[in-house]
């Protein structure tokens, strides 16, 4: 059963431009929605969790920015701008936040710099 | 901050052997979770196992966590079983996980 649809899959990110990645959510048993990424070194990192809608938050790491929005229940979002590196952002979910619960994974988006 | 080691960073077997793979880290708070990859990307959990011995399968992970460890054993393995398996914690009142930098298996038929 899946919990989670990502999309897009894939992306030829233009060096500079921001792209917009979407999770949909499909058990409303699990609520906590994060975003995960993955380097090209295959290193994972989480970057954020969030509970409720309306929750924005934002980070930069080495090679990307991020703003992530949980825009509904059953939706979260992340913009990613400046990578100077291709990655692979994962959404997951959970229970009741991370305490005590499974992580489940979305099949990923994976974003290559062109 | 917290931290995963795991060991070893790559194993290759041949089909029908057994591998063991340690993951330790740095904090005794921890809800420790097993995850595998398969070689086109999808990420499972295999088990969330905080402490003591569970089994699925041909799997079983065993916690110490006074011990700051976790092992999981692959017994009799397979070709199916090729992949990257990664260990995680969490952060004591955060939603943060810390991921281990994995371990690679190659089973050969």
């Known amino acids: 059963v899946t919990l989670l649809e990502q999309n897009p899959r894939w992306r030829l990110v233009p060096r500079g431009q921001a792209v917009n990645l979407r999770c949909i959510l499909k058990n409303s048993q699990y609520p906590w929605m994060s975003w995960y990424q993955q380097d090209l070194q295959k290193q994972l990192q989480w970057l954020f969790t969030l509970r409720s809608p309306g929750d924005k938050e934002v980070k930069s790491l080495p090679g990307a920015d991020y703003l992530a929005t949980r825009v509904t229940d059953t939706e979260l979002r992340l913009q990613v701008a400046n990578m100077s590196q291709g990655r692979t952002l994962y959404c997951t979910c959970s229970g009741q936040g991370y305490s005590g619960n499974t992580l489940y994974f979305g099949e990923g988006s994976r974003l290559i710099v062109v | 901050g917290q931290q995963v080691q795991q060991s070893p960073a790559s194993l290759v077997l041949q089909e029908g052997e057994n591998a063991e793979l340690q993951c330790n880290f740095s904090s005794t708070a921890t809800r420790l979770q097993w995850f595998y990859q398969h070689p086109g990307g999808r990420l499972v959990s295999l088990f969330y196992n905080p402490s003591g011995t569970k089994h699925t399968g041909r799997l079983t992970s065993t916690t110490v966590t006074n011990e700051r460890r976790s092992s999981l054993h692959i017994s009799s393995s397979q070709t199916t079983d090729s992949g990257t398996y990664f260990c995680?914690?969490?952060?004591?009142?955060?939603?943060?996980?810390?991921f281990g930098t994995g371990t690679r298996l190659q089973v050969l038929p």
């Open positions: 995680a914690i969490s952060v004591s009142n955060t939603n943060k996980v810390v």
